[in-house]
């Protein structure tokens, strides 16, 4: 299906992000034929180049970035073509002058692949130029952004889609929730704003709380409307807050020290270029949180996300309550039933089932899953969170995208985690590179007599 036609203004046209993510999402639209004709994406940056040089640049990137790509295939001869570039100080009133012509019947899309401390900035000068209509829309970077991914999405569908589950998703039938977020990398060369920021504010403020809120949110009225979001915001005013109390037992921070990450000698973080040590920056965090409302009273949720652990992985662990009576023999062990939606690195489902293990007398039990993979079932291709992301912007469906009373409930949730770490010091624990995180997130879930769930569930060859 054709995308609408789009101006899409990149600052920060010449960086990281757009080179590495934003251009390589959209060149893969126009390998679809997914582009219409007269739509333009305009790179703008500080750099005196011509629009000559940055299509080179372009090529460039898109050959180091984007698998099979061959400066001879008509769809870069087309996408070259909708390339431009303008130069801007945005500090020099003058500059601003470069962009006119704002087009009133296309998307505008401004995307601020730039460093957060410029969004105010940025903004401002958009407005007061004049260069922000109807058909405007402005993107920016987390830690206000968000790229939820194909599987977590596709929860809203199972959940919302199928009797069967939503019927049973409440504190009737769960008895508790796992959301775990993993990297098997380091800070990289994100070492000085990471130590400005953490793993709560990079990752549980934005990703995590995201995936909460579509988890337990009730029905909204449409999947196309407002109502997504304000179920989301009903969700976030329910957390119940961590007190003077509670906030030493229930919320656990790390950082990792030196190890093996992928078989290869990694540094401790405090090592790490541009980091701080003073600065006391966690690189790990682990939650136990509740939703203070009928659905989920009395239902725990777990959050975990970690950098430099043990593998990518990122998932859902959904696990049941056990059956009230075990009609079976004693030595029939049965197991809660469990549902996992794994977003990385195998996007799918998994619900686990006891059975009766074939060809025996009797009743011996077993554990089984069900297993749905969407690549057995789709193309997905290499479409990633970027390139969903621009596509949504560009037709106009903000259902999945964080409002702004949205970002304000979560980050004063956030900010006193933040206040009480520091009133009550909580102790800063370590982890070694290329675990699953400290001893003490283990006990979180233990002194509940529950225990995490660590990798994916699919077997790779």
């Given at each position: 299906?054709?995308?609408?036609?789009?101006?899409?203004?990149?600052?920060?046209?010449?960086?990281?992000?757009?080179?590495?993510?934003?251009?390589?999402?959209?060149?893969?639209?126009?390998?679809?034929?997914?582009?219409?004709?007269?739509?333009?994406?305009?790179?703008?940056?500080?750099?005196?180049?011509?629009?000559?040089?940055?299509?080179?640049?372009?090529?460039?990137?898109?050959?180091?970035?984007?698998?099979?790509f061959n400066e001879n295939d008509e769809a870069w001869k087309r996408f070259s073509k909708r390339l431009s570039y303008i130069k801007i100080d945005i500090n020099s009133?003058?500059?601003?002058?470069?962009?006119?012509?704002?087009?009133?019947?296309?998307?505008?899309?401004?995307?601020?692949?730039?460093?957060?401390?410029?969004?105010?900035?940025?903004?401002?000068?958009?407005?007061?130029?004049?260069?922000?209509?109807?058909?405007?829309?402005?993107?920016?970077?987390?830690?206000?952004?968000?790229?939820?991914?194909?599987?977590?999405?596709?929860?809203?569908?199972?959940?919302?889609?199928?009797?069967?589950?939503?019927?049973?998703?409440?504190?009737?039938?769960?008895?508790?929730?796992?959301?775990?977020?993993?990297e098997d990398l380091g800070v990289e060369d994100r070492g000085g704003y990471y130590d400005e920021t953490g793993a709560l504010r990079d990752m549980v403020q934005n990703?995590?709380?995201?995936?909460?809120?579509?988890?337990?949110?009730?029905?909204?009225?449409?999947?196309?409307?407002?109502?997504?979001?304000?179920?989301?915001?009903?969700?976030?005013?329910?957390?119940?807050?961590?007190?003077?109390?509670?906030?030493?037992?229930?919320?656990?921070?790390?950082?990792?020290?030196?190890?093996?990450?992928?078989?290869?000698?990694?540094?401790?973080?405090?090592?790490?270029?541009?980091?701080?040590?003073?600065?006391?920056?966690?690189?790990?965090?682990?939650?136990?949180?509740?939703?203070?409302?009928?659905?989920?009273?009395?239902?725990?949720?777990?959050?975990?996300?970690?950098?430099?652990?043990?593998?990518?992985?990122?998932?859902?662990?959904?696990r049941y309550k056990s059956v009230p009576h075990n009609i079976f023999s004693k030595e029939a062990a049965l197991k809660p039933d469990q549902l996992v939606l794994r977003?990385?690195?195998?996007?799918?489902?998994?619900?686990?089932?006891?059975?009766?293990?074939?060809?025996?007398?009797?009743?011996?039990?077993?554990?089984?899953?069900?297993?749905?993979?969407?690549?057995?079932?789709?193309?997905?291709?290499?479409?990633?969170?970027?390139?969903?992301?621009?596509?949504?912007?560009?037709?106009?469906?903000?259902?999945?995208?964080?409002?702004?009373?949205?970002?304000?409930?979560?980050?004063?949730?956030?900010?006193?985690?933040?206040?009480?770490?520091?009133?009550?010091?909580?102790?800063?624990?370590?982890?070694?590179?290329?675990?699953?995180?400290?001893?003490?997130?283990?006990?979180?879930?233990?002194?509940?007599?529950?225990?995490?769930?660590?990798?994916?569930?699919?077997?790779?060859?």
């Open positions: 299906m054709d995308l609408n036609t789009f101006n899409l203004y990149l600052f920060g046209g010449t960086g990281d992000l757009s080179n590495r993510k934003l251009i390589p999402a959209m060149f893969r639209q126009e390998t679809l034929r997914n582009i219409n004709n007269d739509s333009e994406i305009i790179g703008l940056g500080s750099r005196d180049i011509t629009v000559d040089d940055y299509i080179l640049m372009v090529q460039e990137s898109l050959t180091k970035h984007f698998s099979g009133n003058e500059d601003w002058n470069n962009i006119n012509n704002i087009p009133s019947n296309k998307a505008v899309v401004y995307y601020l692949a730039t460093p957060p401390n410029l969004y105010k900035q940025i903004a401002t000068c958009l407005k007061d130029n004049n260069l922000i209509q109807e058909n405007c829309r402005v993107v920016v970077e987390k830690p206000i952004g968000t790229d939820l991914k194909e599987a977590v999405q596709n929860l809203l569908a199972l959940r919302f889609a199928n009797t069967i589950f939503e019927k049973s998703w409440s504190n009737s039938a769960i008895d508790h929730i796992q959301i775990t977020v993993a990703h995590l709380l995201q995936i909460l809120c579509l988890i337990a949110m009730e029905p909204p009225v449409s999947i196309q409307s407002e109502s997504v979001r304000d179920e989301k915001l009903k969700v976030l005013k329910s957390l119940t807050p961590f007190t003077e109390e509670t906030i030493a037992m229930n919320s656990v921070r790390a950082k990792y020290l030196d190890g093996i990450s992928k078989g290869e000698p990694a540094c401790a973080y405090i090592d790490e270029n541009g980091v701080d040590p003073k600065n006391n920056t966690e690189t790990f965090v682990a939650l136990k949180l509740e939703i203070n409302n009928w659905r989920w009273s009395g239902v725990p949720f777990y959050l975990r996300t970690g950098k430099r652990m043990h593998s990518k992985s990122s998932e859902i662990v959904v977003i990385h690195p195998d996007e799918g489902i998994d619900l686990k089932l006891n059975t009766k293990q074939p060809g025996v007398s009797g009743y011996d039990l077993e554990e089984l899953p069900l297993d749905l993979n969407l690549h057995d079932y789709h193309n997905l291709g290499h479409q990633d969170c970027y390139e969903r992301l621009l596509l949504d912007v560009i037709r106009g469906n903000p259902s999945l995208f964080v409002r702004r009373d949205e970002i304000e409930a979560s980050w004063k949730w956030i900010d006193n985690i933040i206040n009480l770490w520091k009133s009550q010091d909580v102790p800063m624990e370590e982890y070694i590179s290329g675990g699953w995180g400290p001893s003490n997130a283990d006990l979180l879930l233990k002194r509940d007599f529950r225990s995490w769930k660590n990798g994916s569930t699919k077997k790779f060859k």
